[in-house]
């Protein structure tokens, strides 16, 4: 994983056929990297938002792009931590579809 290099990204523009989510993650989703991996991932993808932990434990994510990419997200999730041989347990909680954000450039973890 690529946690601190800076590198140029490409946002892809929204159109018709974009989303947003907003999602709360529960289960094994603080301490083992969750936020980072969401962050690299939807950067690799052209996708814009932020995740950040919760005080209760779970993680809130919102997460915008086109909806083939936003979907491909959930799966590519659960694969990185299976290809470093990390067995992951985590549910979806919520899940929403929220109104786009124009103009927003990058996916962050957020504090």
Do not use: H
Request: charged fraction near 30%; include cysteine; proline fraction near 3%.
């Amino acid at each position: 994983m690529r946690f601190f290099k800076r590198e140029r990204r490409t946002v892809k523009p929204l159109s018709d056929s974009s989303k947003r989510l907003a999602v709360r993650f529960t289960g094994t989703v603080q301490g083992v990297g969750f936020r980072w991996t969401c962050r690299e991932i939807a950067r690799e993808r052209g996708l814009t938002g932020w995740v950040r932990n919760e005080f209760d434990g779970s993680v809130s994510l919102e997460i915008q792009g086109e909806a083939e990419d936003v979907a491909l997200f959930f799966t590519e999730l659960t694969k990185s931590y299976e290809r470093r041989g990390f067995s992951m347990s985590f549910t979806i909680d919520k899940k929403d579809e929220i109104p786009l954000i124009p103009g927003e450039s990058d996916f962050a973890v957020v504090f």
